[in-house]
């Protein structure tokens, strides 16, 4: 044979078999406004294929593995997406159709219960409820078609929670895979103290920050608890789906036991006990500190967390690590000028016992904010839902 035909079949042999794609599925991981690129280092470390920040969330492709390791392990993400198809919906028919065509056996094997839920809107696409309305009927039409009987609609516990996203003239459908949103670890006690930040977020704050597990860290006005509790996950690798939730992948036909079973196996077997990484926390209101001590129990880090009821004033002389904390900022609890000598307590608690260590601290206030009185190093914008806030870090000398 000769060269050229060699090469001609060669050719010809890696079009007819190409290898079935590693990573088929595609998914959507929300997250908070600002906090995009810090989620998608999560999914990169993950081994999760195409990661793209985009607006409020990761774009990213990935096996069924992928899609239950991202469930288990991110610790930033409020959900993932699993993305079933995007086609034009200009208007009530074309959507409807568009939903009628799809395979919907894949998805819904009876008696599994649905529920849709829409965001966004178009010219002839105007409110959020008719759509999900409409989605549903090409839905539970597909099933009448095939002749077999239809989901019924469950607005509260569905076994699969649709996502329809109108923008412009299209639609694109997904499904839910976490069920709870992510951030519902399990770990809280019922009485959570006043404003406590989610724990999805608090997350992403300490990742923000530099911390990676290992370093000594302070939260002086620590309320629930809930960055401590986060660290101590971090530093012992805790994912954060190990704590019993449940999770709607589970309830989907794609469903396989025995790998999830394996997932779960993997991530036990690499928890460790860490030595020398300090987790502590203060908090002067007596019911914050009996919530976080709940919250610490809860996700299994009380043993490497220390906890006291203790005013910023009275504060100690720390050398190393860092400090990353969440002052009340005067939206939800105390008022501006009220919180003004908080914030100078702050600052000068930093300048005069932090020496050595950095700190972060987060507010929606630029105003109290400079009255910490201190130069920052970087200042990243992060919401927290609505609020538009300014993580603050400072290096301590
Ligand atoms: C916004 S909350 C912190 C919420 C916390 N990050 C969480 O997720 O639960 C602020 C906390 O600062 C505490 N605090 C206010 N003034 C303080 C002071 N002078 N010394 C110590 N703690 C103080 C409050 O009791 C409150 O729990």
């Known amino acids: 044979m000769s060269p050229a035909k060699t090469m001609r079949n060669t050719n010809t042999i890696h079009r007819r078999q190409r290898p079935a794609p590693q990573h088929p599925f595609v998914f959507f991981a929300p997250t908070f406004k ?28 990935g096996s069924l593995e992928t899609l239950y390791q991202a469930n288990l392990h991110l610790r930033c993400a409020h959900r993932v997406l699993w993305h079933i198809a995007t086609f034009p919906a200009a208007d009530r028919t074309q959507l409807y159709e568009g939903v009628r065509a799809l395979p919907w056996g894949d998805h819904l094997a009876l008696p ?15 409110h959020t409820q008719f759509t999900s309305r409409v989605v549903k009927d090409g839905v539970v039409d597909w099933f009448r078609d095939q002749g077999k009987p239809r989901p019924d609609v469950d607005l509260e516990n569905p076994d699969l929670a649709l996502n329809a996203r109108i923008s412009g003239d299209t ?21 959570a103290g006043p404003a406590p930040l989610k724990e999805n977020l608090a997350a992403a704050l300490l990742r923000l920050s530099g911390y990676d597990g290992t370093q000594p860290l302070v939260d ?27 999770f709607a992948f589970t309830r989907h036909p794609t469903y396989d036991a025995r790998l999830w079973a394996n997932i779960q196996g993997d991530a036990r077997a690499q928890i460790i006990e860490p030595e020398g990484c300090p987790i502590i926390g203060y908090d002067i209101s007596e019911g914050a500190v009996r919530a976080a001590a ?12 220390r906890l006291k009821r203790q005013p910023l004033a009275e504060m100690g002389t720390f050398s190393e690590g860092m400090i990353v904390t969440n002052p009340p900022y005067g939206e939800r609890i105390g008022d501006i000028e009220e919180l003004i000598p908080l914030y100078e307590t702050l600052g000068s608690t930093f300048k005069h016992k932090c020496q050595g260590m ?4 987060l507010t929606s206030s630029k105003f109290l904010g400079g009255r910490i009185g201190l130069k920052t190093y970087r200042r990243d914008a992060v919401w927290n839902g609505p609020l538009e806030c300014r993580l603050l870090h400072y290096e301590l000398y």
């Not at 620590?222 to 704590?243: F, R, V």
Request: with cysteine; hydrophobic share 40%; aromatic share 2%.
């Open 112 to 126: 599994m219960t649905l529920a849709v839920d829409t965001v966004g809107t178009n010219a002839n696409l105007v």
């Open 171 to 191: 639609c694109t459908l997904s499904w839910d895979t976490s069920g709870d949103r992510l951030h519902q670890r399990g770990y809280r006690g019922r009485h």
């Open 34 to 61: 600002g906090l995009e690129a810090t989620l998608a280092e999560e999914l990169v470390a993950l081994g999760a294929s195409e990661v793209q920040a985009a607006n409020r969330g990761v774009d990213f492709k």
């Open 358 to 361: 950095s700190a972060h601290v």
């Open 220 to 246: 002086p006005l620590c309320g629930s608890g809930t960055l401590l509790i986060e660290a101590a996950m971090m530093a012992k690798n805790i994912p954060p789906g190990l704590l019993g939730r449940r």
């Open 294 to 305: 709940t919250g610490l129990a809860g996700a299994g880090v009380d043993d490497i967390v």
